[in-house]
């Protein structure tokens, strides 16, 4: 009888965590959104960067509008992004955007497209993260099969030693994600009084830091989620 209760409890305390954690999945920045305030940020400094950063990366919430500082003095080449507010920061890598020309009938030899290029030697098996990524303009015809977006490129794996510099293309990656859509995934909610941990179903594909849906098992409640680790997730709540 006793068990049974606490058994009650427990479960109505799983479901209570997941029904907020919709509002408050809501409240997180995401890599897209720091994207769209660094680039009009960007315009108005004059200067042609993009940030390479996952749009389902997901960040802590701010509730005005962010900063965007150079980490070294005249190189941007990696961004300060703060929030002044909730009084937090993180560093993000950038590069200059694609000049990409698709005219039918008047490309050439010499345009230049902007292309994924590892900046560090990696070995085989190994996932790549932004760490290991640049991105610099080529001529387009040493470029076929190349990456141009870092969503194209990270979590994938190595099939090989891959050497600094090489031009990144498909037949050096395989796809790995931490959580693949329909994977069963254990949701863990825990705080320092007490851990709970339940069952749902991921509904996109997805690496660790990503921000995806799933769907509880028991009550069929779809609600988002952090990834955690390899097939674990833990649901939004303040932090």
Not at 157 to 184: M, P, Q
Request: charged share 20%; proline share 3%.
């Amino acid at each position: 009888m006793i068990l049974s209760w606490i058994k009650n409890i427990i479960l109505l305390l799983i479901l209570n965590i997941l029904a907020s954690s919709a509002s408050l999945a809501s409240d997180r920045l995401t890599g897209q959104h720091i994207k769209e305030q660094a680039t009009k940020y960007f315009l108005q400094q004059g200067l042609k960067l993009s940030l390479l950063v996952s749009d389902k990366r997901t960040f802590f919430p701010c509730s005005v509008p962010l900063d965007f500082r150079q980490r070294h003095d005249n190189d941007w080449s990696t961004v300060q992004v703060s929030c002044s507010i909730e009084n937090w920061e993180t560093f993000i890598r950038s590069a200059s955007p694609s000049v990409e020309i698709f005219s039918s009938g008047s490309a050439t030899d010499n345009d230049i497209l902007t292309v994924a290029i590892l900046m560090k030697n990696i070995s085989k098996g190994q996932v790549i993260s932004e760490e290991h990524l640049g991105f610099e303009g080529r001529p387009e015809r040493q470029i076929h099969g190349a990456y141009h977006k870092l969503s194209e490129v990270l979590g994938r794996k190595a099939k090989s030693n891959i050497a600094a510099g090489t031009i990144l293309k498909a037949r050096h990656l395989d796809t790995v994600y931490s959580v693949d859509k329909n994977d069963s995934v254990l949701v863990i909610a825990a705080n320092k009084a007490i851990t709970i941990t339940t069952s749902a179903i991921a509904l996109e594909n997805g690496q660790v830091g990503d921000m995806i849906p799933v769907k509880n098992l028991k009550s069929e409640k779809v609600f988002k989620v952090i990834i955690t680790g390899k097939k674990k997730v833990a649901p939004i709540t303040n932090m």
